[in-house]
Each structure stands twice: as structure tokens, then as C-alpha cells.
């Protein structure tokens, strides 16, 4: 006869990813279910939307994921903009770009450490969190703030790049790839790394289409799926990249997708910086804030975040304040249609890091 | 990536990691070591308390509530009494504010910044609310931006006639908003509520902006008639303090309230359809001697009140100066007839050619009237006393002006002086444009002005100026007329004009001086003088005229309430102080004098 206890991992444990918790049913140290329980976090954000003017929501949607805050403002402006008709600039679409893609490149310096800890490999957290900050250094000097940045707004960005800022960004650029080198040897060369991950938490391709995965999951399946090929936002249809697939399906193939997608975005950015326009203006312009009524309608607009299809699906009644802003965060299915099947069977000691190569973002389905 | 160099894991790469042994640290040591502040940073707040007016819009766009409006005086003193400005500045409670900037955007007049200073420390959590000045001493950071401001600074432009095609006619010059332009010229007001303070009659601008850009004229013409009962005209020929007021003239265009308030009265073919309260019947009557605007108005809300009113006017129209003097280009005769038609429709009497001291006297109007109301306003020119003034081709403007509005009058000299730089002026000199067209199609033909006043402080407004010099008038500011010229046919062949010295003496006061030595000739074989008008209070028995009270300035003597030193009679209009000469105080004052007859009728039994 086997006994079977509970474990709660979280809120504050250091092996979650955020603030929300983990109901484990353990035998011994192998996981017989898991149940994801958040509330932790619940600040309303979706209701207290609907009470706010248009513009007044940019102060609000930052605060959905912290380490990619951008994402959100791209998302909301771009649902904006589709029910409004509107069309911004060609050097504001490549500034929102390139915001986007260091934002990218901060999330998952972000999760780089994460991960590493969560495998007892302090010393890479101390490098990418270090390095993470003169990303946001780059942050503030473009629009004043490091973490929540409220630059992208609808019809555009908030102001134009400081004179220089793009010779820095490319500076960045070059310093990452150096960096890259030692972050390489250090884990993702590390046959500690390489142990503790390969076949562990092994996702199919058909599950991973099935469970309604996006971003780096799907694509560790084998499935080349990304919003910005697919349905291109911003200045991504004049770039070009690839979308990087492994087909392992595993927690490594997982890591080492994101560590693709970092050196992918490295190269947009270097990419969009050549060939964004000199000048021009950055912002189309939108109406008084206090009497800015969007037509009536319903849109949904997606983006492309670092743990995948990140979107906004906004209802208009024709008023100065949006009737339903949703949002959809990829962390959702990933937690509760994924991790809760994932992580059965599998080890106590495994459980932290299968969550964080999952890159689960708890605000993003608690909010 | 080649995904082969990372399938098999290595023991001794990350060996590597040593050389950081020797490496320089990330970290600052601070404060040591400071990391440069960007030059956008989003710090605290800064306010210019001396610059900012107080309107409460960065209050209304934050998202967090952290702003409240207080009284600073206790840390930093303000001018309380600034005409277009609240006796407010924003408090600041850190404890919510999201660093958006919002605010910044938002600010009109520019006054709040953010700074480059984050770190406030503090173990009290209530001292983390407080309100920024510059004092603080914190450095400048985010600020405002002129090219990307979601505040919308550019006004929407009104169409007008083009000079050559409206100086041959009465047609009115200014077209009017059209929907569109309408909307989003509504748009752009911010609902601060500035302007109301600059509004002698107090209009609720605000709301009736909201009204318009929500598409209800009617409900915004309820709140016009609140407190103007012509607000179609107002929005002809108001002098616009309102605009003056705007917040948006700090940064770029005011709203357009004048055009926006004539488009929301143009929509409404009557008024008859919007729903005005009227109270009881309370079996007062009131007799108001003069159909002006503040006669109109001092009767229409008196209706409102329940009193029965009847108003006596010795001309053939109702609506003073409105009907005899503005001319049609700038105010039709239709749009006059809608607003009295509207008046009298809500039960107001009016009785015209019926002249006070004439058909009816002074006397009866006291004994049949429970209280009257005196708003004969300046109807009459004033002279200055001028060598040859008295000759029959010299003429006082508001009666040129009248000759041609109302009796029709067409013909008129090739060459004309008009003397005066007022708006009245203008109006004349305009006119006389129009005249000579029609007459003689412009050939050979002349008009000037001459004021004592120079271009700096011409009393006329900057459109009407501007309006009269694309028309082709000739001005001669700053000087002074002397004498009348006649030819040996006693006919007229100019002015005799003197160079002025100053127009204002030391103590501010209208006291010109002339260059005695400097005179030049005008050519011309008409002249008008437009120096202003005078009243003529002769209807008023000798021995109540001597108990009726005049202020320094000889304008009737009234208390807070329109009331005069005689009990039971009332004045308004540009008989009283609180005039500016225009219309829209001469309706605020009419309204007031309403409110005061109706509380002095229900405080007698």
C-alpha cells in the first residue's frame, strides 16, 4: 500500500518562478499530480481597465509581466490602433521593434538566470541579471524609466530615440555577443546542464499542438510557429530571420531554443537599427486623452513575447473607455494545460526546473 | 547556432569562468560612485507653483489617483485673485503615483516636469504626499514635447469669405463649423473650466463643449440659456474673454468656444424644443426700459422666474445695438429674430416705438410695475467737439451705423474719414467698404481711419483690425484729428490731424497730448465719428434723477444685486460699472439684475 502526502511549493518559495504556488501529491520524492493555485497575485487589471480612459491604461499594462513589460504596451496599442484605423510611422514601427526585441533579450537574460539557479548554477545568474541592467540603463535613457518603460502608446512611441542611443544599442549588441561566448561555456556547454535536463519533461509535438503551447515549447517540438513570421507586427515583415526548431521536445531543447531566440534577437536589432528610417516622425496623432472614444468594435492583436503568443482582445462600445480588455497570456496554457500533465511522474527535485523551462510568468494568468 | 557544439556537455569549459576573478565588478559603490542619470529620467515631480494655474488636469488624467489639488499657500504663497486660474496646485502622494508622466504630458502651461531625483527616504509613510515646487531643488528630467503632446494645440480653421468677394457684400463674412470640424474642435477641450472664469456671464463652457462633441446641441443650448439668453449672437460677435482664458493659450491655440457655441445654436432651427424650467406664476410685474441684450436678458430670466414682464423699446426692433449698429456681415438680422423670437415665445412682453418720457412716463411704469429695470445702454454718439463738427456731413457712427442696417440707407461719399480706433470703428469703416463697392464698384474710392491711439494699444480687436486692412482701409494711428476742412463751396475736403505725444498721462488716465508743430491733411468729403456713445437718462424725472446715485466714472451707481439707489429700480447694461461695452457682460449684468429683482419682489409682500 503506498502513502502519498502533499507538498505546497510557493509563494515565496525560490525554486517558483513568481508569486503563486504549487499543490504537489508526492510518493516519495515522484510527483503523482500537480495543481497550479494562484491568486497571489490578483490585482484586477482587466476590470479596472474598463474604468479608465484609453491612455490611462498605459500605466497599468506594464505592471502584467515584469521582466517583458513591453509586450503588453505593444499588444494594447496595436488593439487600439486596429479599431481605430489608424497607421503609424515607419520609424516608430522600427523603434517598437527594437524596444521589443530588448525587452526580449532582458527577459530572458532574466530567465538565463533563473534557470541556471534552479539547477544550483548561481554563477550565470550573476552574469545575465548584472548584464540585464545596462539593458535597462539603455531603458531609461530612452524613455525615462528602467523596468515599467510606458513608451509604446497608441499611434506610435512616446518620444524619439535620444541622438547616439542606437550607437549604444549596437555597442550592447557587440557586448552581448562577447558575453554569449562565457555564458555558453559556463552552462549551455556544461555537461552538468546537459545531465539534469536532456529527457526530462519531454513534450511531443502532437501534445505540444493538442496542449495549446506557443513560443520556445512549441518550438522545442519541432513546430516552427512565431507571430512575428506569421503575422508581422511592427518593422518585422523588412527583417529577416529564421525561426529557430529543435525537436528533442525536452527541458534542454526548451533552453537551448531560448538560447537561440537571444542570439536571433541580437541580430534584429542590429538589422532594424540599419535599416530604420534616419528621421521622420514616431507618432500619429490621436485624439484628447479625456474625450478619446474608439469606435465600436472588437479586436484582438498578438505579439510574439518570449514565452510566446502574448495578446490583447479588446471590445470598444464606442465610448472614451475600453467595455472588455482580455488578456491573453501564454503562461496559462502553459501552466495549467501543460505543467499540471508534465510534471507527473517526475522527480521532486526536477519539479523547479521543468517550471522555469516552461518559463511560467504567474501575472500573465493572474491578474 | 550550431546546435552539434552543444548536444554533448564538457567538464571543462566552464573553467573558463576564472578569468572573471580578474574582471572589474558590475556594481557601483554608492555613494561613492553615482551612475549618470539620463536626461528623460522620470523622477519626482517639479512644479513651477508660479507658472501653474491650477486647472486640475494632471489630476484628471492620473491613472492612480495620486494627485489632488491643494491650497499651497502654507509652503509657497500664490496670487489668489489671477483671473484664469484656480487658487490650486497639484499634491503629489508618492505612495501611488506610477511615474507615467501622464501628468507631464498633459500640462498645459507647462509647469510640471519630472526630475532626475528618485530617492526620497522617509520612515513616516505620510510624508511621502507632498506638493513639488522648484524650491525642492531637484533637477529637470522628463518634460514636455511640442511635436508629440497629446494635447491637441492646433485649433481647427474657420472658413471665411476671401477680402474681394465679401467686401462687395452683407453677406456674413465667417462660414461657420461644419460637422467635422465641429466635433473635433469640441474634442480638443479638456473640461478644465478655465474659460468660465474669464466668461463675464460665468457660461457653462464645459459642459456645453461636452453637449456638442456628445452631438446634443439641444442639451447644449439648455446650458447656454442657463446663463445667456443670446448665445447665437455670442457666438457671432462676442469679444471672447473665454478664449483669452483658455488653458491652450499657453502652448499653442485656444479652443474656438465662440465658433463652437454659434455651431450648436445654428443646428437648432428654434429653440422651442429644448426643455427650460419655468417656475410658478408669482403675479409680479416688471416694466424694463430698453430692449438691449441686457434688457432681453434681465426679462427672459425674470420669465424663467415666474414674473410677468413687460419690456418698452423706443425703436422699431428689439435687440439694441445688436439690431441697430452691428452690421449684417458680422451679425444677420435672422439669427437676432430667432433669439427674440425664442424670448418672447417663453411669455416676455415687448412693446415697440413705445418711447419712456414719450408715449409712457417714468412715473406710471413705478405705480403699475412692481419693480423696474433701466437698460437703455449708450445710444447715443458722443462728440468731441471738433472745429466744423457741426457741418450735415460730419455724422456720429451709431447713427451711420443705424441709417444703414435698419432704414437701408445706400449711398454714400467716394472718400471717407472715419475717426475713432474702437471696434465701433471698425464697423463703420467696414461698412463704408461694402458702400463704395456697391456704389461705385470700388473705383476711386477711399477709407481711412485715424485714432490717437497707435497699433500697440488700438482699442479694436486683433480680427477686426486685421479684417478691415485685408478690405483695403487706410489707418492712421496715432494721431489726432484738429479741424474740419471745408473748399470754397462750403463742402468738405479733409481733416486737419496733429501728431499725438502720448494718449495715457503717467497716472493711466485718458488724458492725450499733441505735438502742436506736426499736422497733416486726410483728404476726404465725409466723416464719422466713432468715439464712443453716451447714455441720456432725460426720461427720469428731475426729482428721482436727483436721488439716483452715479459712480466717479458717471455710470449709474448700483448695488451687488443690480439694485439703484432707489428702491425697486434697477440698471444693468453699459449703464453700470461692471460693463465692459460689450454684449455678453451686458447680458451677465441683465442676468444679475434678474436675480436681484426676483429676490427683492418675493422679499415684499
Not at chain 1, 27 to 52: C, I, Q, W
Request: charged share 25%; aromatic share 10%.
Amino acid at each position: 500500500m503506498s502513502r502519498t502526502y502533499e507538498l505546497f511549493i510557493g509563494p515565496n518559495h525560490p525554486g517558483i518562478p513568481g508569486n503563486f504556488s504549487v499543490k504537489l501529491e508526492l510518493e516519495g520524492d515522484t510527483v503523482v499530480s500537480a495543481k497550479g493555485d494562484p491568486g497571489y497575485l490578483h490585482r484586477a487589471f482587466e476590470k479596472s481597465m474598463e474604468n479608465r480612459y484609453y491612455i490611462q491604461n498605459l500605466a497599468l499594462i506594464p505592471r502584467i509581466c515584469v521582466p517583458e513589460p513591453d509586450i503588453n504596451e505593444a499588444a494594447y496599442a496595436m488593439a487600439v490602433e486596429d479599431l481605430m484605423g489608424v497607421e503609424i510611422p515607419e520609424r516608430a514601427k522600427y523603434l517598437r521593434t527594437i524596444v521589443l526585441e530588448m525587452a526580449r533579450i532582458a527577459a530572458y537574460l532574466f530567465w538565463m538566470g533563473g534557470f541556471a539557479a534552479t539547477l544550483g548554477l548561481y554563477t550565470l545568474s550573476q552574469w545575465t541579471v548584472g548584464d540585464r541592467d545596462y539593458a535597462l540603463d539603455l531603458f531609461a535613457e530612452l524613455c525615462g524609466v528602467r523596468v515599467y518603460h510606458m513608451y509604446i502608446w497608441p499611434g506610435g512611441v512616446r518620444r524619439d530615440a535620444p541622438p547616439g542611443w542606437e550607437d549604444e544599442v549596437l555597442a550592447y549588441v557587440r557586448y552581448l555577443r562577447d558575453k554569449l561566448i562565457d555564458y555558453d561555456n559556463i552552462f549551455f556547454k556544461n555537461v552538468m546542464f546537459k545531465q539534469r535536463t536532456r529527457g526530462v519533461a519531454v513534450i511531443t509535438k502532437e501534445q505540444a499542438i493538442e496542449w495549446c503551447a506557443t513560443g520556445p515549447i512549441l518550438k522545442a517540438t519541432g513546430v516552427a510557429q512565431d507571430v512575428r513570421k506569421d503575422d508581422p507586427y511592427a518593422a518585422y515583415e523588412y527583417i529577416d530571420f529564421e525561426i529557430p526548431t529543435l525537436t528533442d521536445g525536452d527541458s534542454w531543447a526548451r533552453a537551448m531554443i531560448r538560447r537561440w531566440e537571444f542570439e536571433n534577437s541580437l541580430n534584429i536589432i542590429e538589422q532594424a537599427i540599419k535599416k530604420m528610417p534616419k528621421k521622420g516622425p514616431v507618432w500619429t496623432k490621436m485624439p484628447n486623452p479625456l474625450k478619446w472614444r474608439v469606435p465600436k468594435g472588437e479586436a484582438y492583436a498578438k505579439v510574439e513575447s518570449a514565452r510566446g503568443e502574448h495578446g490583447f482582445y479588446m471590445v470598444s462600445d464606442g465610448t472614451e473607455r475600453p467595455y472588455r480588455v482580455a488578456v491573453r497570456g501564454s503562461s496559462h496554457t502553459h501552466m495549467f494545460t501543460i505543467a499540471e500533465r508534465l510534471l507527473v511522474g517526475q522527480r521532486l527535485a526536477d519539479v523547479s526546473h521543468i517550471l522555469v523551462s516552461l518559463d511560467i510568468c504567474p501575472p500573465e494568468f493572474d491578474r | 547556432m550550431n546546435i552539434k557544439e552543444y548536444e554533448n556537455g564538457s567538464f571543462l569549459k566552464p573553467l573558463a569562468s576564472i578569468k572573471y576573478l580578474f574582471k572589474k565588478p558590475h556594481t557601483l559603490r554608492y555613494p561613492y560612485e553615482e551612475k549618470p542619470v539620463p536626461d528623460r529620467f522620470r523622477g519626482l515631480h517639479i512644479n513651477d507653483v508660479d507658472k501653474c494655474i491650477g486647472c486640475g488636469n494632471c489630476r484628471d488624467i492620473c491613472p492612480c489617483a495620486a494627485i489632488t489639488m491643494v491650497d499651497p499657500s502654507d509652503i509657497h504663497p500664490i496670487d489668489k485673485n489671477k483671473v484664469g486660474a484656480n487658487p490650486v496646485r497639484p499634491k503629489i502622494d508618492y505612495g501611488r503615483c506610477s511615474f507615467c508622466a501622464l501628468c507631464v504630458e498633459m500640462c498645459p502651461t507647462g509647469s510640471l516636469k519630472m526630475s532626475k531625483d528618485l530617492i526620497y527616504v522617509s520612515p513616516d509613510a505620510d510624508s511621502f504626499n507632498w506638493v513639488p515646487l522648484v524650491e525642492q531643488g531637484r533637477e529637470e528630467g522628463y518634460t514636455q514635447s511640442d511635436e508629440i503632446t497629446p494635447l491637441m494645440l492646433e485649433a481647427e480653421k474657420m472658413e471665411e469669405l476671401e477680402p474681394d468677394v465679401r467686401k462687395k457684400t452683407f453677406e456674413e463674412i465667417v462660414k461657420g463649423f461644419t460637422r467635422e470640424q465641429a466635433l473635433k474642435e469640441a474634442m480638443r477641450c479638456l473640461g478644465c473650466g478655465i474659460c468660465m472664469q474669464g466668461c463675464p456671464a460665468h457660461m457653462k463652457i464645459p459642459e456645453y463643449i461636452q453637449a456638442i462633441f456628445d452631438e446634443d446641441n439641444k442639451r447644449s443650448v439648455k446650458y447656454m440659456l442657463e446663463d445667456n439668453v443670446l448665445p447665437g449672437i455670442c457666438g457671432r460677435i462676442c469679444t471672447h474673454r473665454c478664449q483669452d482664458a483658455c488653458v491652450y493659450n499657453y502652448r499653442g491655440e485656444p479652443v474656438l468656444i465662440m465658433w463652437l457655441k454659434r455651431y450648436a445654436t445654428d443646428q437648432l432651427e428654434s429653440y422651442k424644443d429644448v426643455e427650460i424650467e419655468k417656475m410658478p406664476p408669482t403675479g409680479k410685474k416688471v416694466a424694463i426700459i430698453g430692449g438691449g441684450p441686457s434688457g432681453l436678458s434681465c426679462a427672459y430670466h425674470l420669465t424663467t422666474m415666474g414674473h410677468s414682464v413687460t419690456i418698452f423699446e423706443k425703436g422699431q426692433r428689439a435687440g439694441g445695438a445688436l439690431a441697430n449698429g452691428i452690421p449684417m456681415y458680422r451679425l444677420p438680422i435672422y439669427e437676432l429674430d430667432k433669439e427674440i423670437k425664442h424670448i418672447e415665445d417663453m411669455g416676455v412682453e415687448i412693446r415697440l416705438n413705445t418711447e419712456v418720457g414719450k408715449d409712457v412716463s417714468f412715473e406710471e411704469l413705478l405705480e403699475n410695475y412692481d419693480a423696474v429695470y433701466i437698460g437703455v445702454g449708450l445710444s447715443f454718439g458722443r462728440y468731441i467737439k471738433l472745429k466744423g463738427e457741426e457741418h450735415p456731413d460730419v455724422i456720429q457712427a451709431i447713427k451711420f451705423l443705424r441709417q444703414v442696417k435698419v432704414e437701408g440707407r445706400r449711398e454714400i461719399a467716394r472718400r471717407v474719414i472715419v475717426i475713432g480706433g474702437g471696434n465701433v470703428a471698425m464697423d463703420v469703416a467696414r461698412t463704408v467698404v461694402r458702400l463704395q463697392q456697391m456704389a461705385y464698384g470700388g473705383e476711386g474710392t477711399m477709407v481711412q481711419t485715424v485714432s490717437l491711439e497707435d497699433w500697440d494699444i488700438m482699442p479694436a480687436s486683433k480680427e477686426e483690425i486685421d479684417g478691415a486692412l485685408e478690405e483695403g482701409v487706410i489707418f492712421n494711428p496715432g494721431w489726432g484729428p484738429n479741424q474740419v476742412l471745408l473748399d470754397e463751396n462750403g463742402k468738405i475736403r479733409g481733416l486737419e490731424v496733429k501728431k499725438v505725444k502720448y494718449v495715457f498721462d503717467e497716472n493711466h488716465r485718458f488724458n492725450p497730448a499733441f505735438y502742436e508743430d506736426q499736422k497733416k491733411v486726410l483728404e476726404g468729403d465725409y466723416i464719422v465719428e466713432a468715439v464712443g456713445q453716451m447714455y441720456d437718462l432725460s426720461f427720469i424725472p428731475k426729482e428721482l434723477l436727483d436721488k439716483l446715485e452715479f459712480t466717479p466714472r458717471r455710470k449709474i451707481k448700483v448695488d451687488e444685486y443690480g439694485e439703484t439707489t432707489i428702491p425697486g429700480v434697477f440698471a444693468g447694461g453699459d449703464l453700470v460699472e461692471t460693463s465692459r461695452g460689450d454684449a455678453i457682460s451686458a447680458i451677465a449684468n441683465g442676468h444679475r439684475a434678474a436675480i436681484g429683482i426676483d429676490r427683492y419682489l418675493r422679499s415684499k409682500k
